[in-house]
């Protein structure tokens, strides 16, 4: 079973940056596309951006595309999701995900 622990989560005024990291526990990590996904409350879990295994070819949703850049590190087995100019509507729990694995989210606030 793959384990994957994000962190990076926090308050922030709205323009701010913030990043966030996912670690993966050993597995054939470069080979596969990971993701980020994001859930605020009462809504429904949504795909924020993916990177394929070798970071080639990536995806944002349409509402972060411009602030936010997903990026990996496969030698240390982790994802990265650098989250700038941020939004109130960016107010979530964020999880990585690869296949049927969930990380435990991390809470982002986004507030003045």
């Known amino acids: 079973q793959v384990q994957l622990v994000e962190s990076g989560g926090g308050l922030v005024q709205p323009g701010g940056s913030l990043r966030l990291s996912c670690a993966a526990s050993?597995?054939?990590?470069?080979?596969?596309?990971m993701n980020w996904y994001r859930q605020a409350p009462g809504k429904e879990r949504e795909l924020v951006a993916k990177i394929s295994g070798t970071g080639g070819a990536v995806y944002y949703a349409d509402s972060v595309k411009g602030r936010f850049t997903i990026s990996r590190d496969n030698a240390k087995t982790t994802v990265y999701l650098q989250m700038n100019n941020m939004k109130p509507d960016d107010t979530a729990v964020y999880y990585c995900?690869?296949?049927?694995?969930w990380g435990q989210g991390t809470q982002v606030n986004i507030s003045s």
């Open positions: 995900n690869f296949g049927t694995s």
């Open positions: 050993a597995f054939t990590f470069s080979i596969y596309t």
